[in-house]
């Protein structure tokens, strides 16, 4: 019985950590402000690249702003239960590609708001550059949060290794900044930061209520 229970246990910790490596996971440094602006601005239409294990669905259910029309996340999926996983955390749809495929095979995809979350460091710089790029022509704002100069290593999962640093006049040259906050992220060094930056989208032509 005793050998039965340890055996137990070492199968779900393998199947968490494969969910954790299939699905992802997103820092919580900034969980407080992701709900304080969405309740401000209440965006009806979201798509999130990159959803993960579904942590923004989560957040904005137990804060009851979820979208009324949908959100729906950008995800390659190991299972077909790693959909009713998301599905239960508030995303009306699932779609199963990684972000290339999606950029090409969506690229007419227009919504109130693109959220990628601690996502875009996995890309080289000019594709990170060219997705935000894209995106902005088929959206009202993009939230964007991510760590720079954080080294982080693929171990696992391939995607997993960080290869961008994203700064803040990076951003400040190329897009129009609607709200921006930053924080340390001292893992391993003091020049690690956090950083949150909505942008304004192409197609949004409204004033943005004050965020702060």
Partial sequence: MFNQTILFIQSCIR???LLIIMLGTSSQVFDNTI?????????QRIVELGCGQGKLGRLLGQSNILPNDYLIGVQPLAK??????????????IINQNIDDFLKSHVDLSTDMYIAMDVLEHL????????????LYHCELMLIIHPSKHPQNAKDNLFDAHRTSFELIDRARRFEI????????????SIHRYHFTLLRGHMNLKTVPALI
Avoid: K, W
């Avoid at 998301?86 to 749809?93: A, H, M």
């Avoid at 080289?124 to 995106?135: A, G, K, N, R, W």
């Fill in 15 to 17: 199947e968490f950590n």
């Fill in 35 to 43: 709900t304080h602006v969405l309740g401000r601005l209440r965006p």
């Fill in 80 to 93: 077909d239960s790693d959909a009713d996983i998301l599905r239960e955390c508030g995303y009306t749809q």
């Fill in 124 to 135: 080289p710089y000019s594709e990170m550059i060219s997705t935000v790029d894209q995106l």
């Fill in 178 to 189: 609607i709200y921006y906050n930053l924080t340390g992220f001292a893992q391993i060094s």
